[in-house]
């Protein structure tokens, strides 16, 4: 065990999931190394106790477990429990934390992120209930890093990831356990296997796409081992350290060859896809792209049919961008719903405190009390138990939907990689004339009020502000600007675009947004401070 003399960082702020740069940031001596001490010098109590270590499988990703487990071992951890390979999706690592009564974990990734030697790379911590760290440590993880001088590490070989079983590492155990398993029967205990592999035996058919990243091999064991479904329907199913050169971002721009296949001739009953590290979700029916928004929505309406959540949900979550359609079926089941700022971690207080049981956000985040995290798998898996018991089609669920509670219309605008100061400047603009456009009028849209969004948090009492502008419209309608907190480069602003119909239920959405679209770009002079014209994403 040796104590390493170190100098500071500047830069390792955790954002809204944790601290993430470029591998070749990472790569710099001692990057890893202080960050991870930082993690340690900010917690109290774990000596002898459990951590939960595990990764997307991106590029540094071995590298970082190894030199993460020999400082758990220097510092004073019992035992690390690490995927094989290195492997642990969000999610699947959340659970692990929580069924092994683990003190923490060390979750490494960058989401959806592409990956490789020039690709990102992010490390976070997370708590005993599984989910990201709060505020209060993030906090004091920035301040240790910023005054770091030293960290402690066990000059050890490296621990072979690929090797079930336990092994010494110092005095403590490092334990490499079947990354699948304790979440394979985490899902067999909420949804109903029997139904859904019925269904699948009946001939339904699905495809879900894996975009070379985490969730391949859960897919696998889950859909075409457990669930029946035919072999083939999972794809780019073997975690790649690059990720095949793909951004493992389940939206219509990266996924798109299976949004082709959804929108095709020979679309099967049900496409879906995760991304780098498992806990995001695209859903398509044949034919039909369900916004992250309105799944959400349909998932909290319908959950009561799989065996998890029979008993009905306590509350429902949303994130402040996501749209109101959840909030309708809240209403409709007399449940409390809850909008909370962007970030999966403010959803925790309100889950530990038993007050919401399904969370989402229009970022392809949906989840529930199952864990701290979003899960895309379960989210796969939520829908499939629902189809198996309602026997519809995902579109005529999504259209009885709308019939009862009204549809949102929904969109997200990115403008990714603009200038910082631009943006800065944009936000700034729209915060100026956030006391002057409540009554204005533009075109058939009179704006009824605008604020910066903020969050009192009603569990922890805690307060956030500058979530997000908020243009809100005399009809319903709602526009939503931020900046991204995930980006690696330059500023990302993000456009969200609400109306609500409650008798046009088949639009476009493009058509059913057309002048709020506009409106977005004049409100807020986007091609002055940005000089696009037009966004880089649509989603
Ligand atoms: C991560 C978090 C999500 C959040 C998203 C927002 O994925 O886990 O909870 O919604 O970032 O990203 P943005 O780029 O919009 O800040
Ligand atoms: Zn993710």
């Avoid at 259209?399 to 929904?410: A, K, L, P, Q």
């Amino acid at each position: 065990m040796t104590t390493v003399a170190t100098t500071p960082f500047q830069d390792q702020k955790p954002g809204t999931s944790g601290l993430r740069k470029k591998v070749p940031h990472f790569q710099q001596r001692h990057y890893v190394e202080n960050f991870v001490q930082s993690i340690f010098d900010s917690l109290d109590g774990f000596a002898g106790r459990d951590l939960v270590i595990g990764g997307d499988g991106r590029f540094f990703n071995r590298d970082t477990i190894q030199t993460a487990m020999k400082m758990a071992a220097a510092n004073g951890f019992g035992r690390v429990i690490v995927g094989r390979g290195g492997i642990l999706s969000t999610p699947a690592a959340s659970n692990l934390i929580r069924v092994r009564e683990a003190f923490g974990g060390i979750i490494l990734s960058a989401s959806h992120n592409p990956g490789g030697p020039d690709g990102d790379f992010g490390i976070k911590y997370n708590a005993a209930n599984g989910g990201p760290a709060p505020e209060k440590i993030t906090d004091a993880i920035y301040a240790k890093t910023r005054s770091i001088a030293s960290f402690e590490i066990v000059e050890a070989p490296d621990v072979d990831l690929d090797k079930l079983g336990t092994v010494k590492l110092g005095d403590m155990t490092v334990e490499v356990v079947d990354p699948v398993a304790e979440y394979q029967a985490l899902m067999e205990r909420l949804f109903d296997f029997p139904a859904i592999r019925a269904m699948f035996a009946g001939g339904f058919r699905m495809r879900f796409d894996a975009m070379s990243a985490v969730t391949g091999p859960y897919a696998h064991a889950i859909l075409e081992g457990a669930l029946g479904a035919a072999p083939g329907t999972v794809i780019n199913g073997t975690p790649l350290p690059d990720f095949g050169g793909h951004h493992p971002d389940p939206n219509l721009v990266h996924a798109k060859g299976i949004y082709d296949l959804a929108m095709g001739p020979d679309a099967p009953d049900l496409c879906a896809a995760s991304d780098g590290d498992g806990d995001r979700n695209l859903i398509i029916g044949r034919g039909l792209f369900v916004t992250p928004s309105d799944s959400l929505a349909a998932l909290s309406a319908n959950a009561h049919l799989a065996p998890g959540y029979k008993a009905g949900l306590k509350g429902i979550a949303r994130s402040m961008p996501t749209s109101a359609a959840a909030d309708r079926v809240a209403e409709a089941k007399g449940l409390k719903s809850y909008e909370t700022p962007t970030g999966w971690k403010f959803f925790g207080n309100l889950l530990d405190a038993g007050l919401a049981t399904i969370c989402g956000e229009e970022s392809a985040g949906t989840g529930s009390d199952h864990v701290r995290e979003k899960d895309g798998l379960w989210a796969v898996l939520l829908w499939l138990n629902i189809l198996a018991v309602r026997q519809e089609s995902v579109l005529a669920i999504m259209r009885d939907h709308w019939r009862t509670y009204g549809r949102n219309y929904y969109a997200r605008h990115d403008y990714e990689e603009v200038a910082s100061e631009g943006a800065n400047a944009l936000m700034a603009g729209l915060r100026g004339q956030l006391a002057s456009l409540p009554g204005r009028s533009f075109g058939a849209l009179t704006v009824q009020a605008a604020d910066d969004f903020s969050y009192h948090d009603p569990v922890d009492g805690s307060d956030s502000a500058h979530q997000g502008i908020r243009v809100m419209f005399a009809d319903g309608s709602r526009i939503v600007y931020r900046l991204s907190g995930t980006g690696t480069a330059g500023a990302t602003l993000r456009v969200y675009i609400e109306r609500f119909e409650g008798e046009v239920l088949d639009l476009e959405t493009g058509d059913a947004l057309r002048d709020l679209i506009a409106l977005s770009r004049e409100l807020a002079e986007i091609e002055r401070h940005t000089g696009r014209t037009e966004p880089s994403v649509v989603t």
